[in-house]
């Protein structure tokens, strides 16, 4: 049993935390640059110790590692004591997502040096604290083992957001924090009173426990069809989850947070706050309620093909380049959702190497979108093109990136994508016609991928405003030169990544199927 003394998770989990409050206590009129490389070294040093954290990783293992549980709050009843803990640990599903996160955030802060709009707009020591206290909260939400403690991470990560959309976003920035506000708080009553029945249920609002409890008694939370107790249970979390990802129909508060945000907001909007919903999902519908699960899988993998179809078809028609790169977030998080809800170790697999390749292909749009931005001051598709003659490093990087975002072979996006696509046409839930018509999405995500990089980067430089661009900055350089890199990585050695979560999915593959005898039966 874990027990109370700190252990690197915390570590990793708290030196945002920490960092932040340092920030707040520099004088932003005389210590301004103190402030904005404070941050920068604060997520590095973040980034630092979640390598020492996959270092001591063992990936043969499937349980939690790492871990540490202080009682925080005991409650006593007359028929029940409920425990609420902090209760932090990794294993194979949460490792590359804390990883992620601790990898694009100081990108993005790296980026915001270059962010006219703080200069314009001030309050940066503001702005960078939020970015912190956002990378902490993010973190919570990943190695939260207390439904309690994963709820309070939960609803943190939305005020952060709601102020960098808010303070520094564009013109309409107030309507889409609004929007962004009050989608994810209306899913997330939903899921408070399924935590709080849950807790009720079980006598405790530990995650393994909860787990040990479902296993050991199938009718802790009854299931008699789709409408059942364990249903709506499944149902309060999952309508949370989804419509942080999100899962058509609940994508509409999307576009306009991206388009509205600072393009560091869109970044860590995109690279990790997606990755929340399909996380969730992956965490805790799946061991807690596995026969729902199993029920209600072909119902939401038609709503994630909808969804690949739709965001795809959509993101052609725009002729905003940012909000193009929003739209294929709907699609690209569909075959995440869909790879989920195959329920076998290739659909899982490739699922959670998805939401890191999508984290880093559509993180790295945004950041050229960003950089381009900077310079014209305008996302119009059209007053583009040629840009690759202007900037031949920059479109270089550019043409990478995109084709990681359209999944070619080589790259980080045709490995999670391929590996989703088997899955599904292996499940014994899902099947062919499933796989065959995501298929179609890869195919779209090609046309608009193409189509949006021909009217930006190729053919003649007609306009004047374009032909003296400045060229990269070394802090953009850096940037893109990482998450190229990256790109590459994970494209050439995927092997790595699987190894890292494949016993932790081959467990919860297990548990789950050995739930799928008793739908079948009732």
């Known amino acids: 049993m874990p027990g109370s003394a700190p252990t690197l998770t915390s570590v990793v989990l708290f030196i945002p935390l920490v960092s932040m409050f340092i920030i707040l206590l520099l004088r932003e009129d005389t210590q301004r640059e103190y402030i904005k490389w404070g941050a920068l070294i604060g997520s590095l040093l973040t980034f630092a110790a979640s390598i020492l954290l996959w270092l001591g990783f063992d990936a043969s293992q499937p349980g939690l590692q790492l871990a540490q549980r202080t009682t ?8 029940a004591t409920y425990n609420i803990s902090y209760y932090v640990g990794v294993d194979g599903l949460s490792l590359l997502l804390i990883m992620l996160t601790t990898f694009i955030m100081p990108l993005a802060i790296l980026f915001s040096f270059r962010q006219h709009v703080l200069e314009e707009r001030g309050r940066q020591k503001l702005y960078y604290a939020f970015m912190l206290l956002l990378e902490w909260a993010m973190l919570g939400v990943f190695v939260a083992q207390d439904l309690f403690l994963f709820y309070i991470f939960w609803e943190i990560t939305l005020v952060p ?18 929007k962004f506000f009050l989608y994810t708080m209306a899913g997330s009553i939903l899921m408070l009173l399924a935590i ?12 393994p426990d909860i787990i ?17 107790t364990q249903s709506f249970l499944f149902l309060g979390f999952l309508i949370a989850f989804a419509i942080k990802v999100p899962l058509w129909p609940l994508h509409s508060w999307l576009p306009d947070a991206h388009v509205q945000a600072p393009t560091a907001g869109s970044v860590i909007l995109a690279g990790v706050m997606l ?20 029920a209600w899988a072909p119902i939401i ?7 690949i179809i739709y965001g795809a078809w959509v993101s052609y028609a725009q002729t905003d380049v940012k909000k193009l790169v929003a739209y294929s977030s709907v699609s690209h998080l569909g075959f995440v959702v869909l790879g989920i809800f195959a329920l076998n170790p290739q659909g899982l697999q490739g699922a959670i190497l998805q939401m890191v390749n999508h984290g880093i292909s559509t993180g790295g749009l945004f950041l050229l979108v960003g950089m381009l931005y900077e310079r014209r001051h305008t996302k119009a598709m059209e007053a583009y093109g040629g840009i690759w003659k202007v900037m031949p490093i920059f479109g270089g990087l550019s043409l990478v990136i995109a084709l990681s975002s359209m999944g070619l072979p080589g790259l980080n996006g045709f490995v999670g994508e391929f590996t989703i696509l088997l899955g599904t046409f292996g499940s014994p839930y899902l099947g062919f016609f499933f796989a065959l018509f995501a298929t179609l999405g890869v195919i779209l995500a090609a046309v608009y991928i193409l189509y949006m990089f021909q009217k930006v980067f190729m053919g003649e430089v007609d306009k004047e405003e374009n032909r003296n661009l400045p060229q990269l900055h070394w802090q953009e350089v850096t940037v893109l030169v990482a998450v190229v890199i990256v790109i590459f990585w994970i494209g050439l050695q995927p092997g790595l990544f699987f190894g890292t979560m494949d016993a932790s999915v081959n467990q919860l593959v297990t548990q789950v199927n050995s739930a799928a005898a008793n739908v079948v039966l009732r």
């Open 161 to 178: 957001m709601y102020f960098l959309i808010g303070i520094w976003g564009a013109e309409e920035r107030i309507y889409a924090a609004i």
């Open 196 to 207: 709080l029945y849950v807790g009720t249920q079980a006598q405790t609002f530990a995650l």
């Open 212 to 228: 040990a409890k479902v296993q050991a008694n199938p009718d802790l939370f009854p299931f008699a069809g789709l409408f059942s």
């Open 275 to 294: 990755k929340l919903g399909t996380y969730g999902i992956v965490r805790f519908c799946l061991p807690m309620f596995p026969e729902a699960s199993v």
């Open 72 to 79: 925080w709050i005991n409650l006593s009843a007359t028929d």
């Open 301 to 307: 993998a038609v709503l994630a093909v909808i969804g």
